[in-house]
């Protein structure tokens, strides 16, 4: 198969869809590799390298997009992007569809089988391509919110550890999922005062048992978040409803009695956000204030960090993109976790939690594809 990596264009971004590796993984496979001229600057691989892993190099987007029969991106295909895409190519990267009805409609228009890295799943039920980056945003979260604690950036002026006589900031997180098992045990680690917010029970005996009681947990109802943010420096939003919008747990009636200065930092916002107040930002300006409170909302955090982040995310992907290389669209007939993955075909939504979000008719997988 012609597989394309083109450059990520989105604010910021400096993720690669392969590394020099892959590719040469694809190329040992017998399939044909074009990368972007320059695509892997972001991670300190040129073109060189790319060409010494057996990729042929292209000028620009366009070339990319013309000869591939796959694409592989690490964003959502911006739309000057999506015009490019057309009905016999698959598509295959992190998508975020339910917030996001122009691309979904872009996606739908070009017939382009899109295959979404959130919503493959495996046989434990897990999101396999979503957690290497879950690690890394709930890992960033707490550094964006340490930064944004500090006065000059508009926050209350405080040390997220404290130091001996002068007490830590409260840090509470939404959700003991991978983000926000990562953003506490970081936050932990720098010394704040942890609580996780959660529904599972199970999920918050194995924090207490893992953590030894180090870090506190919480159940989350309305009235135990409001109480919990009242009382917070820091809060981490880290709740997920895998393929639909995230819930939104804090209200702007509940954010105004939150502190003056305090933060908000929103890892959800690719679904959508679980603050009512939240909206997109990105790495170029990240924060803004609502209610006095300091919100970082960056769509794409992992791109922060783009040796970090995409070296694990083609850990994760590489497998399944192998197979959707190896075998086409017969790959998702046979394999159900390809299945889940799959969003939109030949101008059919064919994953549920997308179509209930954006109203839209769902066709089964299987059915789109023809069985």
């Known amino acids: 198969m012609r597989v394309g990596v083109p450059t990520e264009i989105k604010n910021n971004e400096f993720r690669v869809g392969l590394s020099p590796a892959s590719v040469r993984e694809y190329v040992g496979r017998g399939h044909e590799v074009t990368v972007q001229a320059g695509a892997g600057a972001g991670i300190g691989c040129d073109d060189a390298a790319y060409e010494a892993a057996g990729a042929s190099i292209a000028p620009d987007a366009a070339a990319v997009f013309k000869w591939a029969e796959m694409i592989v991106k690490v964003k959502e295909p911006q ?23 122009k691309q979904t409609q872009g996606l739908l228009e070009s017939g382009v089988s899109a295959v979404a890295y959130e919503t493959v799943t495996d046989a434990a039920g897990g999101l396999p391509l979503l957690a290497p980056m879950s690690e890394v945003a709930g890992r960033l979260s707490i550094q964006a919110a340490a930064q944004a ?180 669209l017969e790959a998702i007939k046979a394999n159900p976790h390809l299945q889940d993955g799959l969003n939109t075909h030949k101008g059919k939504v064919t994953n549920m939690h997308v179509a209930e979000s954006l109203n839209l008719d769902f066709v089964a997988p299987l059915d789109a594809l023809g069985r």
């Open 79 to 101: 739309p000057e992007e999506w015009v490019q895409l057309r009905e016999d190519q698959i598509l295959y990267t992190y998508l975020h569809l339910a917030p996001d009805p």
């Open 149 to 328: 604690l500090q006065k000059n950036n508009g926050g209350l002026g405080m040390l997220l550890g404290g130091v001996p006589g002068v007490l830590p900031a409260k840090v509470v997180v939404l959700g003991g999922g991978i983000v926000g098992l990562n953003a506490a045990r970081m936050a932990m680690g720098l010394g704040a005062d942890v609580t996780i917010m959660e529904r599972s029970n199970a999920r918050m005996r194995y924090i207490d048992d893992v953590f030894g009681g180090r870090i506190r947990t919480r159940y989350s109802t309305a009235q135990d978040v409001d109480e919990a943010i009242d009382e917070a420096d820091a809060v981490i939003g880290a709740v997920l409803i895998p393929g639909a919008s995230a819930p939104k747990l804090v209200t702007r009636e509940m954010l105004k009695d939150m502190k003056p200065g305090s933060v908000v930092v929103d890892v959800a916002i690719d679904q959508g956000g679980c603050f009512e107040t939240s909206h997109a930002t990105t790495h170029a300006d990240p924060t803004y204030v609502v209610e006095e409170v300091v919100h970082y909302c960056v769509a794409n955090m992992p791109g922060a960090v783009p040796k970090t982040s995409t070296h694990a995310l083609n850990n994760a992907t590489l497998p399944y993109g192998l197979q959707l290389a190896d075998q086409g």
